[in-house]
């Protein structure tokens, strides 16, 4: 049964402090770390880079959860690795090539995420790209900019994969919030990332707690 794993987006961190923003967010309990790297091509903002991820891994053990919203990611695998990335996720519309892709990754030593945008099928992962990958992350809002309305409609793909590969790690990303936590846990995603919804947060430690339990408990429903 895959567990619960809260994973913080860094997006919502306050930028000036983000060494004491991650030990803030480990203290509190997140499990990983989700740190988002946009080339201002494929999505149209500009965030952290790899020099940024290698400045902050000293400071924390969190594992980093590197969400590549860029145009190229065969280009960045090496720089993430040697920053300290350990999960390195591309979006399949960035690439033809995913299969030489996840396996560029785990040779780099990573673990291999594969993203997909709100209007792409599950069909662009299902079989040999899920089966090779160590987690499919289905964005519930369009990448790019965070604070964004959750998605709902997303809720039927991340239920189609978990169905399909019960043991696979299944993220969601964007507008996860106490609101959104439900439905999101119960369709079977495991791995959550939250910026608003964690980092503005009055009790953050409350919130992951919350999180962490709905996800383990709705596991339970896919174990028969």
């Known amino acids: 049964m895959p ?12 930028f000036a402090n983000l060494a004491a923003e991650a030990k803030r967010m480990t203290k509190n309990g997140a499990d990983w ?17 790899a020099p940024i991820i290698q400045a902050i891994r000293p400071h924390t ?15 960045w695998v090496d720089d993430i690795a040697k920053a300290g990335g ?53 964005m519930t809002v369009e990448p790019g900019f965070g604070g964004q309305r959750f998605m709902a409609q ?5 239920k ?11 993220e969601v990303d964007g507008g996860l919030a106490m609101e959104t936590i439900d439905v999101s846990a119960e369709a079977g995603a495991n791995v959550i990332v939250a910026g608003t919804g964690i980092f503005k947060a009055e009790d953050p430690a409350k919130v992951i707690s919350i999180f ?3 996800v383990n408990e709705a596991q339970k429903q896919w174990l028969n």
């Open 3 to 14: 567990i619960a794993k809260i994973s913080p987006s860094m997006l919502s961190s306050d």
């Open 33 to 49: 770390l989700h740190l988002d790297v946009m080339d201002g091509h494929f999505v149209p903002n500009l965030t952290l880079g």
């Open 61 to 75: 053990e969190a594992y980093f959860d590197c969400h590549m919203m860029v145009s190229n990611p065969s280009q």
């Open 86 to 138: 350990q999960m390195y996720t591309f979006h399949i519309e960035a690439t033809k090539e995913p299969l030489a892709l996840i396996q560029q990754i785990h040779d780099a030593g990573m673990q291999a995420g594969v993203a997909i945008k709100p209007g792409t099928s599950t069909d662009s992962v299902i079989g040999a790209v899920a089966e090779q990958a160590d987690m499919i992350l289905v």
């Open 154 to 158: 997303c809720m039927p793909k991340v």
């Open 160 to 170: 189609q994969l978990r169905e399909l590969y019960p043991n696979l790690d299944i």
């Open 212 to 214: 962490r339990n709905k």
